[in-house]
């Protein structure tokens, strides 16, 4: 049976000024706008199926995009410090517009690359669409506090990509802590996929 989980906070606002961010810029398809909730803002909060979040912690979303899924982890849980980071300018100029009017105060933005960031580690590292496994491992592992877990949000069929990042997880003395499935609450099937990279 797939995961569930129940979302605590209310999206209305961040839904209506999302769209409205969205008719400006690009940052999700126009057929999925009517599925927002659905597939984008519950995916992102899927998180919560790992138990790994606890207040005080840092999270950075690497490629964050559109704000998935660093925007509503800021809002459903405003006792962790959320950094977004992408190195398109309009993007986060649009996250931008989003966090001023939510008034998310635990919403850092950078607009760098992730090979880029110096002198900061992280509770967590997500990203969720960036790329393959085995290059965004190349990333995320050296982002990360040695006590902490890299969170990649991917497909049901990620066993593949497992396999390809054998040699990078070796190289960080890193493994695959989890694997946790879910379904999207969406009216075809859609399931994904959790996964959680920790060091040795």
């Given at each position: 049976?797939?995961?569930?989980?129940?979302?605590?906070?209310?999206?209305?606002?961040?839904?209506?000024?999302?769209?409205?961010?969205?008719?400006?810029?690009?940052?999700?398809?126009?057929?999925?706008?009517?599925?927002?909730?659905?597939?984008?803002?519950?995916?992102?909060?899927?998180?919560?199926?790992?138990?790994?979040?606890k207040d005080n912690m840092t999270l950075l979303d690497i490629g964050c995009?559109?704000?998935?899924?660093?925007?509503?982890?800021?809002?459903?849980?405003?006792?962790?410090?959320?950094?977004?980071?992408?190195?398109?300018?309009?993007?986060?100029?649009?996250?931008?517009?989003?966090?001023?009017?939510?008034?998310?105060?635990?919403?850092?933005?950078?607009?760098?690359?992730?090979?880029?960031?110096?002198?900061?580690?992280?509770?967590?590292?997500?990203?969720?669409?960036?790329?393959?496994?085995?290059?965004?491992?190349?990333?995320?592992?050296?982002?990360?506090?040695?006590?902490?877990?890299?969170?990649?949000?991917?497909?049901?069929?990620?066993?593949?990509?497992?396999?390809?990042?054998?040699?990078?997880?070796?190289?960080?003395?890193?493994?695959?802590?989890?694997?946790?499935?879910?379904?999207?609450?969406?009216e075809e099937i859609f399931e994904r996929s959790l996964v959680l990279i920790?060091?040795?």
């Amino acid at each position: 049976m797939a995961n569930k989980f129940n979302i605590n906070k209310d999206f209305t606002e961040y839904i209506k000024i999302f769209l409205e961010e969205n008719s400006k810029i690009n940052l999700i398809s126009k057929n999925d706008e009517k599925v927002l909730l659905e597939k984008h803002i519950y995916d992102s909060l899927s998180i919560k199926l790992t138990n790994k979040l606890k207040d005080n912690m840092t999270l950075l979303d690497i490629g964050c995009g559109g704000g998935f899924p660093s925007v509503p982890i800021a809002i459903e849980y405003p006792m962790i410090q959320v950094y977004g980071i992408d190195s398109i300018r309009k993007k986060i100029n649009s996250l931008n517009n989003i966090k001023n009017k939510l008034g998310l105060n635990n919403l850092t933005t950078i607009c760098d690359r992730a090979e880029n960031i110096k002198n900061m580690k992280f509770d967590i590292v997500t990203t969720r669409a960036v790329a393959r496994l085995e290059k965004i491992i190349e990333l995320a592992l050296p982002l990360l506090k040695k006590d902490g877990y890299f969170i990649a949000y991917k497909s049901k069929k990620v066993s593949e990509e497992i396999a390809e990042s054998e040699k990078i997880l070796k190289k960080y003395n890193a493994y695959v802590n989890d694997i946790i499935e879910y379904t999207l609450p969406l009216e075809e099937i859609f399931e994904r996929s959790l996964v959680l990279i920790c060091f040795h």
